[in-house]
């Protein structure tokens, strides 16, 4: 029997992208998954049709994370739903999205990690495009503010893992990016050597829930790696 049947896991915005693709791979192992959305329904539904289908189990629940009432009837609805909480993936991310606000990048990126609690990435010590800074710097405080918080929350049992990857192909903010910066994908590709797919990331985050690993273990995959070389 797999280590997460009937584990309930949230993942944050896992209606498309690496979350949806990381949802479908644990729901297949086994685990309650609850499939995390902003705004778009029918995209969120359609993932958890597609676990269902498989023989699988999710939830659907809509929740801005950037909000703290959402993220408190995100966590009871998982609770209600499947009995209890075991693992939490944050993987919602962004910041280049229109009409959100100045500060939404932070917001999202480092005060919605620390709020509901795991996750990250890394890239201050790696040059990289004017368009993506804000976002980047983001990310990195984010990391750095859950990486801080790593004695409380091993004091509540609570274990950290971040699982880092250079620009990754088929996600919004790839595509965004490449789009304000013409040629920005294939300036990554080649200086990394290869990008990770969604579905390859997803894997990768899927694989690191269960891996014997410590607390506070950066998982560096693909051109990542590169960063610290």
């Given amino acids: 029997m797999s280590q997460l049947a009937g584990k309930t896991i949230i993942i944050t915005g896992s209606s498309r992208g690496v979350g949806a693709d990381t949802a479908q791979i644990l729901a297949a ?85 620390l709020n509901l609690a795991r996750l990250a990435h890394f890239i201050r010590e790696v040059e990289t495009l004017a368009e993506y800074q804000s976002v980047a710097e983001s990310k990195r405080a984010g990391e750095d503010a859950l990486i801080a918080e790593i004695p409380a929350l091993t004091e509540k049992g609570i274990s950290l893992v971040v699982v880092s990857a250079d620009m990754i192909e088929g996600t919004v903010t790839a595509t965004l990016l490449n789009r304000l910066h013409p040629g920005a994908l294939e300036y990554r590709r080649e200086t990394a050597g290869r990008l990770y797919t969604v579905n390859e990331f997803a894997h990768e985050v899927a694989a690191m829930v269960t891996a014997d690993v410590q607390t506070g273990h950066v998982e560096l995959v693909g051109g990542a790696r590169g960063f610290i070389d």
Wanted: proline share 1%; aromatic share 4%; hydrophobic share 40%.
């Fill in 29 to 113: 192992q086994g685990a309650n998954i609850i499939v995390n959305y902003r705004s778009k329904a029918p995209r969120a539904n359609k993932i958890v049709k597609a676990i269902e289908e498989a023989g699988g189990h999710a939830t659907a629940v809509q929740a801005d994370v950037t909000k703290s009432e959402d993220l408190t009837n995100l966590v009871n609805v998982a609770i209600e739903t499947y009995g209890s909480l075991d693992y939490l993936i944050l993987n919602a991310s962004g910041g280049m999205e229109a009409g959100m606000g100045e500060d939404y990048a932070m917001r999202l990126n480092r005060d919605a990690q």
